[in-house]
């Protein structure tokens, strides 16, 4: 059961009093040739497991730079295939979880069942899809969790409390809580709504929070991290790699990052 | 059977739904309950009617196009949308949707548009009912339909250009849903056509169904045999075919077939695409076996979309319409047509339907057939001029 290995991270970090660190990244940054050396170089800074980004054409929930990333990756031939590939080669080498992040277009096209039995044959954990909401969740959740990976579900700000209470019933593997309004993407100043989120989805239920979308420095990262189980750093990591004049840059600014933000959480 | 409401989940059959963010799903409930509240409370009904007709100039007429019948050798009806103000059908649902907005307490609207007519009517809209308007538009868009671009400013309202993707429609519905998940609780998104998440698709169908509701009280027992409108998104069509369908009349939607279908360089997504999500959305769509969405291509911004309201992809599958497509350098031909025969420039949009009426004589022979005639040229002279040359 490969939403088993996400369970026992999840509980380690509560074990130790710990947040968890996910960082985000788009499969085959900064190039399909040294995406798993980058990912790899995270986990040696400090990370808890990865949300692999795999690419789709229209990004919706997603801001400038991971569009940017995607439509990257894309063009150097990263499909659904080369993403899974990618994750489960840097779960091989990293021995850390990894959930895989895509849109509901591309799963569908796969056909549920297809796309989470090859999500599970490459060691993948769990999935997260973009723009799946509870009501249209079914028949994928369920084909994830035959497959025995775990489905996430997000809670936002805007969600209110009936919908937050479905949601949980839904006992997805952990619920990301959308920590500003807005599409992923680089913020100045923390969101003032994050915490009010973490507390009202903490006062509901016990299944592990990960807060994500506009958390950009270790300052904001700290800011949530007592409030929940994990935090996931996105677009501030994928600006570094698309920066990054070589590979060998990007892989070592990607290092330093995501030390950072451990050091912070 | 057409359905007179998508199901709780906002399918039309396997079509339609609500792919969405979370964040926007609340916003979605929202608007769903407030549309249904509006359009049973004859308050807001007498608000938009009395807009229609004195604001749009609605009822449009049906006009007997008797010099291009004679030429086609078939009767010809043409319902007026050309005439509505801002020259297209889509201030239909444009004035609904701002009308909608104040009485939810939104004072923010924002838009997608591609050639530009949505993006005028909703710019309109917010000038007339006094709220703050952002539309999106593409910058291959933005270069050819420079006119447009230039009423929405002197309307008060930003034009934000979209960089991403070939910069077209479908790049600034992207746009405008990604600024929508960020300002949802100020602003209502009023979306262009029947595409989008539920209950979008159905809340426009009964926006633009004016249109076909008109034409049957204006025809009486004198109904057409065939019923023509071109279809991007489709909403002029639905809007047409809608209350026609059910009643033994041949519903044709014309789609683009740019460059021609065999090059793949159009925007066919019934005639050539399959089943996917797109923009909250189950429908008919342009794309790789992967899921990635293609790029469309045509002449005409307002065609040039790789999906299609889900409600015309049920309509496909039942039977209930079909759909054919017309070729760039057809549309043109349509153009003239249409000038020369009845003094009316039409837009290229409209212009596939008329060229495929043309086409398919042979078959119409006989017949009346009424063309939903969405919207006027004026804003295609330039590109007309130029691809003539």
């Known amino acids: 059961m490969s939403a088993e290995r996400l369970r026992l991270m999840f509980a380690a970090r509560r074990a130790d009093n710990s947040t968890a660190l996910l960082p985000f990244m788009t499969a085959g940054l900064p190039d399909p040739g040294h995406a798993v050396e980058m990912f790899e170089a995270m986990a040696g800074a400090g990370a808890d497991g990865f949300e692999v980004g795999i690419p789709y054409s229209d990004p919706l929930m997603d801001g400038p730079i991971i569009q940017e990333g995607g439509a990257r990756a894309l063009a150097a031939g990263v499909g659904l295939e080369e993403g899974l590939e990618i994750a489960g ?177 | 059977m ?31 309950h407030a549309f249904e509240g509006a359009w049973a409370d004859p308050a807001f009904r007498g608000d938009l009617d009395r807009l229609l007709k004195d604001f749009v100039g609605r009822p449009t007429p049906i006009f007997e196009a008797e010099r291009l019948s004679a030429q086609l050798g078939f009767r010809v009806l043409l319902k007026r949308e050309d005439l509505a103000h801002t020259g297209a059908h889509k201030i239909n649902n444009a004035i609904a949707q701002v009308l909608l907005a104040r009485r939810m307490g939104k004072p923010r609207v924002i838009a997608e548009t591609g050639a530009g007519q949505h993006g005028v009517a909703t710019a309109t809209a917010a000038a007339l009912l006094g709220l703050e308007c952002d539309v999106f538009m593409g910058e291959k868009d933005i270069e050819r339909q420079s006119l447009n671009v230039y009423r929405m400013q002197m309307l008060g309202t930003r034009v934000i250009p979209v960089t991403s993707g070939a910069g077209t429609l479908k790049d600034a519905v992207n746009e405008a849903m990604r600024d929508w998940v960020g300002t949802v609780e100020t602003t209502h998104y009023v979306i262009g056509s029947v595409v989008g998440p539920h209950p979008f698709p159905w809340m426009v169908r009964e926006f633009q169904r004016v249109i076909g509701d008109e034409s049957l009280a204006q025809l009486g027992e004198d109904l057409p045999d065939v019923v ?162």
Request: glycine share 12%; net charge negative.
């Open chain 2, 228 to 389: 023509v409108a071109c279809v991007g998104g489709g909403s002029n069509a639905i809007g047409m075919f809608y209350p026609f369908a059910g009643l033994g009349i041949d519903l044709v939607g014309v789609e683009a077939a740019g460059e021609g279908i065999e090059t793949g360089r159009h925007g066919a997504s019934l005639g050539e695409g399959s089943p996917g999500i797109l923009h909250g959305t189950r429908t008919y769509l342009l794309q790789d076996a992967d899921g990635q969405v293609q790029e469309a291509h045509s002449i005409s911004a307002g065609l040039d979309y790789p999906g299609v309201g889900p409600e015309h992809a049920y309509f496909q599958d039942l039977g209930l319409a079909r759909y054919v497509s017309i070729t760039d350098d057809e549309s043109l031909e349509g153009v003239s047509l249409l000038a020369r025969t009845e003094g009316i420039i039409p837009a290229l949009e409209s212009a596939h339907a008329i060229s495929w009426i043309a086409k398919a004589a042979g078959e119409l022979q006989g017949k009346t057939v009424l063309v939903n005639l969405s919207g006027r040229g004026d804003k295609d002279v330039q590109q007309i001029a130029e691809a003539r040359s």
């Open chain 2, 2 to 32: 057409k359905l007179e409401r998508p199901d709780a989940r906002g399918r039309f059959g396997e079509f339609g739904g609500r792919f969405a963010p979370e964040t926007l799903m609340p916003a979605l409930e929202e608007l769903e």
């Open chain 1, 89 to 265: 080669r840097v779960i091989a080498r990293t021995g850390l979880p990894a959930l895989v992040m895509t849109y509901a277009n591309v799963v569908v096209q796969a056909g549920p069942d297809e796309f989470a039995r090859r999500a599970a044959d490459h060691g993948v954990s769990g999935v997260i899809v973009a723009d799946l909401p509870l009501e249209e969740a079914g028949p994928i959740k369920a084909a994830v969790e035959r497959a025995g990976l775990g489905m996430v579900l997000f809670a936002a700000p805007t969600t209110t409390e009936a919908r937050l209470r479905r949601i949980v019933e839904a006992e997805p593997v952990f619920i990301y809580g959308v920590a500003d309004l807005g599409v992923t993407g680089e913020r100045k100043i923390a969101s003032s709504r994050a915490g009010e989120l973490a507390r009202r989805i903490r006062e509901v239920t016990g299944i592990p929070l990960v807060m994500g979308v506009g958390i950009s420095t270790p300052e904001q990262a700290a800011a949530i991290a007592g409030s929940a189980d994990g935090v996931i750093v996105g677009s501030a990591l994928v600006r570094r790699a698309l920066e990054a004049q070589t590979p060998t840059e990007a892989i070592a600014s990607l290092a330093t990052a995501v030390r950072e933000f451990r050091a912070a959480l």
